[in-house]
């Protein structure tokens, strides 16, 4: 078909795929499917050799539609919340070592910036830490735990921690964990073991103290 110029060309691609834009779309859906495996071989191919000129583009792009993309983020994440928080616990399980890792590594390599924000921002870094304990008061009560275990060589390599931290997670309300044989007892010292806590109210744990009993 003859065209006088561009734009008509162009028209005419334009009402063509209107016309065809779902026999277009099945047609494009299958060919991704079949090709998924040599797509993904391009796509890496393209970033490598065009890494620069990609995150050049990009960040251009969000200079030039920062509110816009604001925005968009903004909805997104209200529309989507449950979603979104799912995704996040999801990805955290999967990579809990990684993530360990990483912000320990942020720590080591952010030891003097974080000192400085710390005496900068003593009031806001106080009120962070008590909301913290206070969201996550039994997490910070295993640790503490772990601590003074550790620091009486109470914990063998058999004892699993990550069913420790789920006892302590889910202590209830009102309630105290305790070590059944006590970790530095008087005539007997048990062990930092799952199968050596307890939940006591705190009456029962204050008279218990470090003794055993029967």
Known sequence: MPFKNIEDRKAWQRRN??????????????????????LKQIKKIYYSNNRK???????????NNKEKLLQISK???????????????QY?????EKLKRYSLQYRLDNQDHLKKYRLKNKEKAKKEYRLYSLINRNLLNAKEAKRRASKL???????????????????????????????NGKNV????????????????????SNKLIY
């Open 17 to 38: 795929y209107l016309k065809n834009a779902d026999k277009i779309k099945t047609i494009n859906a299958k060919y991704r499917l079949d090709n998924k495996d040599k």
């Open 75 to 89: 909805l997104y994440s209200l529309n989507n919340k449950e979603k979104i928080k799912e995704r996040n616990k």
């Open 189 to 208: 010292c048990g062990l930092h073991v799952e199968w050596n806590l307890q939940y006591l109210t705190p009456s029962d744990n204050c008279s218990k």
């Open 92 to 96: 955290y399980i999967n990579n809990i």
């Open 153 to 183: 060589k109470a914990t063998p390599k058999f004892a699993n921690l990550n069913k420790i931290k789920e006892i302590y997670k889910n202590c209830p309300k009102g309630y105290h964990v305790d070590h059944i044989v006590p970790l």
């Open 53 to 63: 000129k990609i995150l050049e583009a990009k960040k251009l792009y969000y200079l």
